[in-house]
């Protein structure tokens, strides 16, 4: 599990406090569609299940809307879980100051690049000898 947050006073390692204040905007509006998309993917379910899941949704605050979902099996919104998912990590990764901070090698993701994707764990190089190994895995329709 993830420990308590503390805020206040955070220092990231690569980024400066405005570049983190505006990753964490992005990734909070990202957060709020992807949370919309998914309730509304629930709330058009037969199942009353997935109805009560999209008031939870609704309802969660500042927890993690997709260990939530975890479990749930609704193709719909498979795509959408998977990217909250992501996004969560990353405001995870920027209340804990390592946002930016390469999963793979520990060096710096870079702004730029965080910006276009501020959920991105790797740096460009770890990314490529990613895809490589990884090919033809899928690709992502976004
Ligand atoms: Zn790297």
Redesign the pocket.
Known sequence: MVPPVSRGGLEMRYLTGAQAQRLERLLRGRQRVLRDEIRAGLLSSDEQHHKDLAGMVADVGDESVANLLADLDVKSIDRDVGELRDVEAALERLARGVLGV?A????DIGYDRLEANPAAT??I??QDGYERTHAHEGTPTL
């Open positions: 390469c793979d090698c520990g060096g790797r740096c190089r770890c």
